[in-house]
């Protein structure tokens, strides 16, 4: 049993709902060829990124008490 707002693995969705067991794999092989799903990936950093403001909010901060 899986707590709920955990991640179920897909390979588990599969078997619950059609009642066949599908090794990773195999899921992986039946959603990109089948399917017709990709993994999807960002393809470059957002323009909009500013490094300066990342790196201000990333530095740590003194106590302030």
């Known amino acids: 049993m899986v707590p ?3 991640a179920v693995p897909f390979p588990l969705v599969v078997e ?3 009642g066949v067991v ?6 992986w092989r039946l959603l990109t060829s089948r399917l017709g799903w990709s993994l999807q ?6 323009v909009e990124r500013d490094e300066s ?3 201000r ?7 302030q008490l």
């Open 22 to 27: 599908l090794s990773r794999a195999s899921v």
């Open 41 to 46: 990936r960002p393809e470059r950093r957002a």
């Open 53 to 55: 403001e990342i790196a």
């Open 57 to 63: 909010r990333n530095a740590p901060q003194a106590r």
């Open 16 to 18: 619950r709902v059609t």
């Open 4 to 6: 709920p707002g955990a």
